[in-house]
């Protein structure tokens, strides 16, 4: 009975500890480099991983949801200044259904833009490394795979090609 009430108090006392620990905060992450994900592609018939990203490339992960509104203006706005992305990778990876995925998909046209990848986050393992709040939830990244900043909440494209232009200089 003694090793039992011991062991519930250690476990107590190692339950208040973790309590007290405060996360993170917002778009603050464990490392500085691109995290590991897994995304399914809209087409269902592959996925896409930080694996294959290309080397020496600026790149920009998106996590959006396709009913947020904010999401389809951060959307409408990139495709807008496209010309100015078109050597950046994005990834835009959301864990809705993919049919709201692909609906999202169709109506931005995205299959037009050879630099755009998107997929569902099946395993939701992508906001909790960035213990994100809100969408749209923006993670940049210079050529060397190293994050620039992070953003949540709708940003203008001009201010996210400032961050980009900003990390190289």
């Known amino acids: 009975m003694k090793k039992l009430f011991a062991s519930f108090a250690l476990m107590l006392a190692c339950s208040i500890v973790l309590a007290q620990q405060t996360p993170p905060p917002p778009g603050k992450t464990q490392s500085a480099t691109v995290?590991?994900?897994h995304i399914l592609k809209t087409d269902s018939s592959a996925y896409y991983s930080n694996s294959d990203l290309k080397k020496h490339h600026e790149t920009m992960i998106m996590y959006f949801s396709p009913e947020c509104d904010h999401c389809k203006h951060q959307t409408k706005d990139l495709i807008e200044e496209m010309d100015k992305f078109k050597n950046i990778e994005i990834v835009m990876a959301s864990y809705f259904p993919l049919s709201e995925m692909k609906e999202?998909?169709?109506?931005?046209?995205?299959a037009k833009y050879s630099n755009i990848k998107m997929g569902r986050d099946e395993k939701y393992a992508i906001p909790p490394h960035y213990n994100m709040?809100?969408?749209?939830?923006?993670?940049?990244?210079d050529k060397k795979g190293n994050l620039i900043t992070t953003f949540e909440g709708n940003q203008k494209a001009q201010t996210l090609l400032d961050a980009f232009?900003?990390?190289?200089?």
């Not at 709040?133 to 990244?141: E, I, Q, R, T």
């Open 165 to 169: 232009k900003k990390a190289e200089d």
């Open 133 to 141: 709040h809100s969408f749209p939830f923006l993670a940049l990244y």
């Open 35 to 37: 995290p590991p994900f």
């Open 104 to 110: 999202f998909y169709k109506t931005y046209q995205i």
